[in-house]
């Protein structure tokens, strides 16, 4: 019966998944505005989802992971996120830690494309439990190709601060 449930909750989160993003998986886009001057590989467009979050609201957080640099950068999705959040005192992780996932997919990203991605992995959210500006951390790792294995250990790392208010309930 646990299996049974495991699976019906997994086709619906990937359901669900696809009618919000419109696609299975993540969509690298080539045509996003670059930053010409820069060489790295840049976290962009931080927001939480939905927009404006409350006490007691579960929220995801998006990002525009852009490559400027010139090297092809990789990363596994599917079960987890490449991105991890430091989290403020007034938001926690919530979800459940015994889904099973069996979807893990290495992501390609050649120079001048970006993709949206989100935090946190898939069966969990963050909510948050008093109001106030809220400070977190976004960290997204990755690796710079070298070769064709299907999944790797990531060896770079970036990070970057952001802010954004957490309302009284409503």
């Known amino acids: 019966m646990s299996v ?7 086709i619906v989160f990937f359901t669900y998944s696809t009618l919000q993003k419109g696609q299975a998986q993540p969509h690298i886009n080539t045509s996003t ?3 010409h001057t820069s060489n790295e590989i840049q976290i962009f467009n931080i927001k939480t989802e939905p927009s404006v979050v409350a006490v007691n609201d579960t929220f995801m957080i998006h990002v525009i992971i852009i ?4 090297e092809t950068i990789t990363f596994n999705t599917g079960c987890f996120s490449p991105l ?3 989290l403020n005192t007034n938001m926690i992780e919530t979800g459940d830690n015994n889904i099973s996932c069996y979807t893990i997919r290495k992501v390609t990203l ?3 494309e970006s993709i949206t991605l989100v935090a946190p992995t898939p069966g969990k959210s963050y ?3 008093s109001a106030g500006l809220t400070k977190a951390t976004v960290s997204f790792s990755y690796n710079i190709q070298q070769n064709s294995s299907l999944l790797s250990t ?3 790392r970036i990070s970057e601060p952001f802010l954004f208010t957490i309302y009284p309930s409503h």
């Open 110 to 112: 050649k120079p001048r």
């Open 127 to 129: 909510k948050a439990f």
């Open 33 to 35: 505005i670059f930053d």
């Open 84 to 86: 991890s959040v430091k």
């Open 154 to 156: 990531p060896t770079s």
């Open 67 to 70: 490559n400027n640099s010139s």
């Open 4 to 10: 049974i449930l495991v699976v019906l909750m997994t």
